[in-house]
């Protein structure tokens, strides 16, 4: 299980993850859709990256919104994992 990162490897990681916003031990970003089944869609394609990385977000579904937030709760702060993901979730829109 990889570490917690240094204050300044979390400012360098945030630069590969513009659209999202670090908040003390968490990353976070919220998407928009049309429609209420297209943020749901949104939702499963997310579970589908996050069960192969064996690693879960945090996600809050209010009708076409979606925020998502990334954080490695056994090591209580941010590792590589939440990036690559956010990245990952971030390819299915951007």
């Known amino acids: 299980m990889p570490s917690t990162l240094a204050h300044d490897s979390v400012l360098s ?17 919220v998407f928009e859709f049309d429609d209420y ?3 749901m869609d ?14 879960h977000p ?16 056994d090591k209580g702060g941010l590792t590589e994992s939440d990036f690559e993901v956010a990245i990952r979730i971030d390819n299915l829109v951007d």
Do not use: C
């Open 13 to 29: 990681w945030m630069k590969k993850v513009p659209a999202w916003e670090h908040k003390q031990d968490h990353i976070e970003r």
């Open 37 to 39: 089944i297209s943020g």
């Open 42 to 55: 949104f939702v499963n394609s997310v579970a589908e990256i996050a069960e192969g990385a064996n690693h």
């Open 58 to 73: 945090d996600m809050n579904i209010s009708y076409a919104k979606v925020a998502v937030v990334l954080t490695t709760h």
